[in-house]
């Protein structure tokens, strides 16, 4: 007679299964109230990611002027440098301090811009 050695052995694990529903999730197509909760939450997160990106780099260059400025007045012996460097400093404290402002500024602007869509896709999806 022969021996039946087969076994029968399972493991779950909750982790893998996530990341199989996840996977799976990006090849299946989406409801209409999944795209319009998707799209909801891509307009609304572009009313400041443009604005962020703009403040943070008008911030960092002026910061960096400012820094320049600084380095010109306090040079020792180089007198020719101590005006444009304190013309250059505050350049520098300017668009540092105009920074926020901006942002806000923009963020004001494209939000008043998506409202009328942001609006209809909510109405839609509160029904």
């Known amino acids: 007679m022969e021996a039946n050695n087969e076994t029968f052995t399972y493991t779950y694990s909750a982790k893998e299964q996530e990341e199989i529903k996840k996977i799976r999730g990006k090849y299946t197509p989406p409801t209409k109230a999944e795209t319009s909760m998707e799209q909801l939450r891509r307009l609304d997160a572009s009313a400041t ?7 943070i780099a008008v911030g960092i260059v ?36 105009a920074a926020y402002p901006l942002y806000l500024r923009m963020v004001k602007r494209k939000r008043e811009k998506l409202a009328p869509e942001i609006m209809r896709l909510s109405d839609e999806l509160m029904k």
């Open 49 to 55: 990611k443009g604005a962020a990106v703009t403040s």
């Open 62 to 97: 002026s910061a960096l002027l400012l820094g320049v400025g600084m380095c010109c007045t306090m040079l020792a012996g180089w007198e020719v440098f101590f005006v444009p460097g304190i013309v250059v400093g505050v350049i520098g404290i300017a668009g540092t301090a």
